[in-house]
Structures are given as C-alpha cells and as structure tokens.
C-alpha cells in the first residue's frame, strides 16, 4: 500500500550568484514493519530539484517521519545537480534513457508544444527548464524507475556544439 503526497513545491535560497532552485516531491512510499506492539511506519520520499535553467538533481530520503524523509531527498537532489543539455526551451535530439525495467523516450517538441509527459516524469522536466518536449514511457511505471530513466536520457543529451568540441572538429552553421 502505497501512502501517496505529490505536489509540494518550495523555492530554496543559495548563496549570492547561484540561481535558486525549486523542489517538487514526486512520490512519499509508507513501510509498515509489524512488531509485538503494532505496526511501526517508515517513509520515504522522492524529490526532484532544479533551477529551471538547465539544471536538475534526483533525490531519495527514508526516515520515520515525512517531513525528515522529504528534507533528507532535497539534500540528496542538491548533492546530485546535473547540468542538461538544451537548444531553447527543448532538448537537442530524441534520446532513450533506460533504468531497470523503465524505458522512457524524449523527443524535442515544437514551439509551443508543452511538456507532454506523466505526473512522475512532468516536474523533472519543467524543473530542467524544458517547456517542449514529447514523452513516451515503456515498461514499468514505477515512479523511482521513470524519474531515474528520464535523469539518464537528459544525461545523454549533447548539443551540437558539445558534439564537435568532443570530435575535435569545426561547427557548421
């Protein structure tokens, strides 16, 4: 049984220069363990975190109470910041990202598109700074697994730029 709080967005402040950055919890799980008084509950919590500038980190915190579990995942997401690839408000090519038994495809939208994508993998997304983009998830749908899938599709993105800079060649316009 799945104990389920989505929705919790905060704005977090950083030190001068750095961008502030924005946390959305993406799933609470409940464990029941089961002692000689009753059942003894623990949580967990999913969190993703980004700047909304082409940054974003994935974090996972367990404790015995939520708001610990949920502060646990922002200090994870923090530690785990990724810079992400973008051409505008998209991504720069389609990309499959894979984790476990999740499969999840990206493929660069449009202007005014949106982001088209499911309730665990939306809030990564626009947390990126991405505004269109197309989604599809294969496989399973657990939420640790769809949030980790996309974490690793946006770390394959690589501009053009980026693209000759790593083959030692020139850019063409």
């Not at 980004?50 to 915190?61: F, I, P």
């Not at 109470?65 to 973008?86: F, H, N, Q, T, Y």
């Not at 697994?145 to 053009?160: C, E, F, S, W, Y």
């Amino acid at each position: 049984m799945a104990f389920e709080r989505t929705g919790r967005q905060a704005q977090l402040s950083l030190p001068e220069g750095e961008e502030a950055l924005e946390e959305h919890v993406v799933k609470i799980y409940r464990c029941a363990c089961v002692v000689k008084g009753g059942r003894r509950f623990s949580f967990a919590a999913l969190v993703v975190m980004g700047d909304r500038n082409g940054h974003v980190g994935v974090g996972y915190g367990k404790a015995k109470e939520v708001p610990m579990a949920v502060d646990k995942g922002i200090k994870d997401a923090r530690k785990k910041m990724m810079p992400v690839s973008l051409t505008g408000h998209t991504i720069p090519h389609p990309v499959v990202g894979h984790y476990g038994a999740s499969r999840v495809i990206l493929v660069p939208g449009p202007e005014g598109t949106g982001v088209i994508a499911g309730k665990n993998i939306r809030p990564m997304l626009e947390l990126a700074g991405i505004r269109d983009i197309l989604t599809k998830a294969h496989g399973s749908t657990s939420p640790k697994n769809l949030v980790r899938a996309t974490l690793d599709g946006l770390r394959k993105l690589r501009t053009g730029e980026q693209m000759a800079h790593l083959r030692g060649a020139e850019v063409r316009v």
